[in-house]
């Protein structure tokens, strides 16, 4: 790992064998020499019953130990494009310590040709080396990927979603004892949903007993090739859909900004009816600047919300990538003073994919520059947005009923999401607005995005200067600000002309009191993706993608450290443990 465990160590492979790489640390193979996707096959789709056991389902969700090159992966995704239930959706959740890169995968999968459009739509997505949850969607196939870049257990005590399947494919336990741990099957037995089938190549006998003592049904099967055995068992019980039927009617996002956006692009692909409610329209909002950058938050520490929020920085960039509005390309970031220098050199060095430290100036190559208004419009895409302003709710019967400012129910709805930004206040107090403002000037652009406080980038039609920040709704002065971008940008970027002013945007933004976003549900018929403060492009895409996955019974975006971390109780949760703690002394 690296110091501060935000990137997994890279796998150290072995090119030497015609047959395919070998992990260098464990002495072994990632797949058979005689024919690594025939295994696959054998030992994991046809050991643990596929395709008939997603037969019928809504929803099936197969957990795997060891990803290594992605085969079975992709073995499994082909399998489910063929016999696929109508509307069903496939979640796959699977740990590696070791990642591969892209490099590495794409010439692992030149051996199959078969699955060469699949692998070029995997390597697409193919996740960054940081630790925790990577989220990869392909909504077409209704087929989800999730993997835990961490220590098996580690990953296994992140996971609440029952599974019904599970692959065992880790390296040979005499290699690798902690993928074969006591502690492994015994967590593996507590995710298992009634019915779930395991499958694995090793027949090895503590292996058995270990699965057997997790409350597994065990027994030996054919070996695949030159194994004479393998091993498949069963969770005892009746297997069955673990998701819930579906909602009774629509579900209504309030709030037409990129939480809004990113929440209708999330629930429509998983097939909801969606209705999209904003009293100011589509970009309305902070949400309608002229142009922003996307960076990654950046903390030096290890903490459940900084995997999350890096986690989602890189959700981000892959959703956007080569969609209207938004342009690949690094972004400079300078820093305030010499402790923050320090601070920059030491997140290069534990972040190198994302960050590099010049000596003056930190550069975010996997960053990007957009315009808000075509982004968000491309997310939402064909649905219509009601520009009607909801001040409350009420429950009705098993929905919930969405109330104008006269007090007339508007909407029946199945669950309403409150994505409003500072507009959610209304309905989650402890959102603290902040207000701000950015200009536009003639003049010609930096040769790199450029933040250091302030931020200086490509606009349409010129060069944008941000943004301020006052506290609460109200709007700082134009002409006040305005001077301050000039003086901050002759302060840091001399070489930067400015001329007129040719456009001016106001927004209010809202954030929470630690300065990270809240996501989850309020109630059985309410839930929120709020308080993004300046982040709403990097954060609101993966914090959506949870909640949605949530609502719909699939398996979480995000760890549960991580999810309680951006939970809507904590502040409550705060207030009630200093409330119990009483006076001192």
């Known amino acids: 790992m690296t110091p501060d465990g935000l990137y997994c160590d890279p796998a150290e492979l072995d090119w030497s064998q015609p047959s395919g790489p070998r992990a260098s640390a464990y002495g072994d193979v990632y797949f058979s020499a005689e024919d690594g996707l025939e295994e696959t096959r054998a030992v994991f789709l046809r050991g643990c019953g596929l395709p008939e056991a997603w037969a019928g389902r809504r929803h099936f969700v197969v957990g795997e130990l060891g990803f290594g090159t992605g085969l079975n992966a992709l073995a499994l995704w082909q399998l489910w494009r063929l016999t696929r239930p109508k509307g069903g959706w496939l979640d796959f959740v699977t740990v590696?310590?070791?990642?591969?890169?892209?490099?590495?995968?794409?010439?692992?999968?030149?051996?199959?040709?078969?699955?060469?459009?699949?692998?070029?739509?995997?390597?697409?997505?193919?996740?960054?080396?940081?630790?925790?949850?990577?989220?990869?969607?392909?909504?077409?196939?209704?087929?989800?990927?999730t993997v835990f870049h961490d220590e098996v257990e580690a990953a296994l005590s992140q996971m609440i979603r029952p599974v019904d399947a599970w692959f065992l494919d880790g390296f040979a336990p005499d290699r690798n004892a902690a993928m074969w741990s006591q502690g492994v099957f015994n967590r593996l037995g507590e995710l298992s949903a009634p019915g779930a089938r395991v499958g694995t190549f090793t027949v090895a006998g503590f292996v058995r007993r270990g699965l057997a003592e997790a409350g597994f049904e065990v027994a030996k099967r054919?070996?695949?090739?030159?194994?004479?055995?393998?091993?498949?068992?069963?969770?005892?019980?009746?297997?069955?859909?673990?998701?819930?039927?579906?909602?009774?009617?629509?579900?209504?996002?309030?709030?037409?900004?990129?939480?809004?956006?990113?929440?209708?692009h999330a629930f429509r692909g998983r097939g909801f009816e969606t209705l999209l409610i904003d009293a100011n329209g589509v970009a309305g909002g902070a949400s309608g600047a002229p142009a922003g950058l996307l960076t990654p938050r950046l903390e030096k520490a290890d903490r459940p919300h900084v995997r999350a929020t890096l986690?989602?920085?890189?959700?981000?960039?892959?959703?956007?990538?080569?969609?209207?509005?938004?342009?690949?390309?690094?972004?400079?970031?300078?820093?305030?003073?010499?402790?923050?220098?320090?601070?920059?050199?030491?997140?290069?060095?534990?972040?190198?994919?994302?960050?590099?430290?010049?000596g003056e100036a930190l550069i975010m190559p996997c960053a990007g520059r957009f315009e808000p208004r075509k982004l968000v419009a491309d997310l939402i895409g064909d649905v219509a947005c009601h520009n009607v302003r909801i001040t409350r709710t009420e429950k009705l019967g098993g929905g919930i009923g969405l109330l104008d400012s006269d007090d007339q129910c508007r909407f029946?709805?199945?669950?309403?999401?409150?994505?409003?930004?500072?507009?959610?206040?209304?309905?989650?107090?402890?959102?603290?607005?902040?207000?701000?403002q950015l200009a536009v000037f003639d003049g010609q652009a930096p040769d790199m995005p450029t933040a250091w406080g302030r931020y200086a980038c490509a606009a349409p039609g010129g060069v944008l200067?941000?943004?301020?920040?006052?506290?609460?709704?109200?709007?700082?002065?134009?002409?006040?600000?305005?001077?301050?971008?000039?003086?901050?940008?002759?302060?840091?970027?001399?070489?930067?002309?400015?001329?007129?002013v040719l456009e001016r945007w106001q927004g209010v933004r809202a954030a929470t009191p630690d300065r990270?976003?809240?996501?989850?549900?309020?109630?059985?018929?309410?839930?929120?993706?709020?308080?993004?403060?300046?982040?709403?492009?990097?954060?609101?895409?993966?914090?959506?993608?949870?909640?949605?996955?949530?609502?719909?019974?699939?398996?979480?975006?995000?760890?549960?450290?991580?999810?309680?971390?951006?939970?809507?109780?904590?502040?409550?949760e705060r207030r009630s443990r200093r409330a119990g703690q009483g006076p001192v002394g």
Do not use: C, N
């Open 96 to 145: 590696e310590k070791h990642p591969l890169d892209r490099g590495a995968a794409a010439r692992a999968f030149g051996a199959w040709p078969g699955l060469s459009d699949l692998a070029t739509r995997l390597l697409a997505q193919w996740p960054s080396r940081l630790r925790g949850p990577q989220r990869l969607v392909f909504p077409d196939d209704g087929f989800t990927i």
């Open 222 to 264: 054919p070996g695949f090739g030159r194994k004479r055995e393998r091993l498949e068992a069963v969770r005892p019980g009746d297997a069955a859909d673990q998701s819930p039927a579906g909602m009774d009617g629509p579900v209504a996002v309030l709030g037409a900004g990129i939480a809004g956006a990113s929440l209708v």
């Open 311 to 358: 986690a989602a920085f890189d959700f981000a960039r892959r959703l956007y990538d080569g969609r209207p509005g938004f342009h690949a390309e690094p972004v400079r970031r300078l820093p305030k003073d010499e402790r923050e220098a320090e601070r920059f050199a030491v997140l290069a060095a534990w972040m190198p994919d994302h960050l590099d430290w010049t």
């Open 412 to 436: 029946e709805v199945a669950h309403l999401v409150i994505a409003a930004g500072a507009g959610a206040q209304g309905f989650y107090p402890d959102l603290q607005p902040s207000a701000g």
């Open 465 to 500: 200067v941000g943004a301020t920040h006052d506290r609460g709704e109200q709007v700082g002065p134009e002409d006040v600000a305005e001077a301050g971008f000039r003086a901050a940008v002759a302060d840091r970027l001399p070489d930067l002309a400015l001329g007129r």
């Open 516 to 572: 990270l976003p809240v996501g989850g549900r309020l109630s059985d018929h309410v839930s929120i993706l709020a308080g993004l403060g300046s982040r709403g492009f990097a954060h609101a895409p993966l914090l959506a993608e949870d909640l949605v996955s949530e609502l719909a019974g699939a398996v979480p975006a995000l760890a549960l450290s991580g999810r309680e971390a951006l939970a809507p109780g904590r502040f409550a």
